[in-house]
């Protein structure tokens, strides 16, 4: 299946990681099968999947935690290894910080592990405990912070190095509102500064709203690589959705619809084969339809993953 970089020529740009054909086998399960896809810097790739789909013991490959099997794992262009980790932030859906230790000690303590002069660790850790709301807190022991300010703080100990490969496994779950946002923006910053970012998460409109590419995957196989575009438009159905005065719903003087349906006061129509939303669009013009609404229709990221992990074929069809 071809990659696609959103904003660059894929030829010109070397992947920050690269995982070719791997598969990992636990007992007499295969929890990794004939998996491979890549990242790129300033790329922010959607890992997707039920639980149990492999997701985690990809990561800890790509981190060298564990080894492959079989297949071929490269990071930075070479084999993963603990000399890539000062280049690298994970943060794991289990968290934990030093109960009994200031918030600022301890990630000054985890700056220093990263390469960081204690002096420089301690100046990024001020700074970014102030933008993510915790400036108040970050001379607290962790075990006297809240769940939230918890999470937030372990983000920040997660980037403090600016790394070039970030890993973050369901980073904003459990979150209100308002900090999810504030983290998300982190996360989007480590984007725009050029690291290439892998994030686990379950919720589809997250997803849909960060990724530049999503890669689903169950019982340990891909299902789906591609840009949110390529992935919509492979399961779209070919229906344009119409609101406004005098809208057809007999397909009758329509010669680009082969059928019609009144949706919640819109009009879905399906196309005949070979003709085009614009063809449409120039119908109903001729038939002095006002039109408030005309948007041609595919599925959100949430039913394309219930469809895909379904077995839909459709999956087949991104480029």
């Known amino acids: 299946m071809t990659s696609i970089t959103p904003d660059a020529n894929p030829a010109q740009v070397v992947p920050t990681v690269v995982v070719h054909r791997a598969w990992k086998r636990f007992g007499r399960v295969d929890v990794v099968r004939d998996l491979s896809f890549e990242v790129r810097p300033g790329e922010l790739l959607g890992f997707l999947g039920p639980n149990g789909a492999g997701k985690t013991t990809t990561m800890r490959m790509i981190l060298d935690l564990i080894r492959p099997d079989r297949g071929e794992i490269t990071v930075f262009g070479g084999a993963p290894g603990a000399r890539h980790q000062?280049?690298?932030?994970?943060?794991?859906?289990?968290?934990?910080?030093?109960?009994?230790?200031?918030?600022?000690?301890?990630?000054?303590?985890?700056?220093?592990?990263?390469?960081?002069?204690?002096?420089?660790?301690?100046?990024?850790?001020?700074?970014?405990?102030?933008?993510?709301?915790?400036?108040?807190?970050?001379?607290?022991?962790?075990?006297?912070?809240?769940?939230?300010?918890?999470?937030?703080?372990?983000?920040?100990?997660?980037?403090?190095?600016?790394?070039?490969?970030?890993?973050?496994?369901?980073?904003?779950?459990?979150l209100d509102p308002v900090n999810a946002d504030l983290l998300r923006r982190v996360v989007l910053g480590q984007r725009s500064r050029g690291a290439a970012v892998i994030m686990s998460t379950h919720n589809m409109e997250e997803a849909q709203a960060l990724c530049d590419r999503v890669l689903l995957i169950d019982h340990g196989r891909r299902l789906?690589?591609?840009?949110?575009?390529?992935?919509?438009?492979?399961?779209?159905?070919?229906?344009?959705?119409?609101?406004?005065?005098?809208?057809?719903?007999?397909?009758?003087?329509?010669?680009?619809?082969?059928?019609?349906?009144r949706v919640d006061g819109t009009v879905r129509y399906i196309l005949s084969p070979g003709r085009t939303p614009q063809d449409l669009f120039r119908e109903l013009a001729a038939l002095d339809t006002r039109v408030e609404r005309f948007e041609v229709a595919s599925p959100s990221l949430n039913e394309i993953f219930i469809l895909a992990v379904r077995g839909d074929r459709r999956a087949e069809r991104v480029p």
Do not use: C, N, W
């Open 86 to 174: 000062r280049r690298i932030g994970y943060l794991p859906e289990e968290r934990g910080l030093y109960r009994d230790v200031s918030v600022l000690d301890t990630l000054t303590y985890f700056g220093s592990l990263k390469g960081l002069p204690s002096r420089e660790a301690r100046r990024r850790a001020t700074r970014l405990l102030e933008e993510v709301g915790l400036g108040d807190s970050m001379r607290k022991r962790a075990s006297e912070l809240s769940r939230g300010m918890h999470q937030k703080a372990q983000v920040v100990a997660t980037i403090l190095h600016e790394p070039d490969l970030l890993i973050v496994d369901e980073p904003f779950q459990g």
């Open 224 to 261: 789906l690589y591609g840009t949110i575009p390529q992935v919509r438009a492979a399961f779209s159905d070919g229906a344009v959705v119409v609101r406004g005065e005098a809208v057809p719903t007999d397909p009758g003087p329509l010669r680009s619809v082969a059928e019609a349906q």
